[in-house]
């Protein structure tokens, strides 16, 4: 994943959208997305030109939120943290999202950073889109194929998460308690017990 895949394009629907039917190793990124998603189909919206919006086309693997979250994290510099199980973080403000949706084959990850501008109450970076999209092929070269010790073990220390307390609902269920640590697969473990999907709010 060396950049040499990448597409580059102005307003699409939403960059998860394109890459889907392209090879493995491609990169695309957009100016704009006019249906930008984020989980549980949540809206993903930025004015044109003020985001890193790009969805990389890769193998599937159970950590590949955690790892693009590291990889992510790590290319957007020391202040960045991680909200399990998917947001980037700068202090309490949501900067950006990680965006995974697998099909039979492949893995579709999308990463959305906000860079000059953001809704209200959360974070920018304002940092150059083509320097740091450099920074996160390079990241994501690093963390996709990494041991999934090693991806967890950095996870842990770029959390933003771990040894708080925490809301997290699933479904129509909500459960409040101590979020001790990650699982071997990436769930979160609250007060004992372990979420491999739900929604967090940090309490």
Known sequence: MDGANLVRLGSVTSTQDVARDLPFGSIVVADHQSAGRGRHDRRWEAPAGTALLVSFVLERNPLLSLAAGVAAAQACGPAVRLKWPNDLMVGDQKLGGILVEATADRAICGVGINLTAAPEGAA????????????????????????????????????????????????????????????????????????????????
Do not use: C, Y
């Not at 390079?138 to 771990?162: F, K």
């Not at 640590?181 to 017990?193: A, M, Q, S, T, Y």
């Open 124 to 203: 920018m970076l304002n940092q150059p889109r083509d320097e740091l999209l450099a920074q996160l092929i390079t990241a994501m070269d690093e963390w996709v194929g990494a041991p999934p010790e090693r991806v967890l073990a950095r996870w842990r220390e770029r959390s933003a998460t771990l040894g708080r307390r925490v809301r997290i609902d699933v479904g129509h269920k909500s459960t409040e308690g101590l979020a001790e640590d990650l699982g071997p697969n990436g769930e979160l473990i609250v007060d004992g017990f372990a979420f491999v999907a739900g929604s967090v709010t940090h309490l």
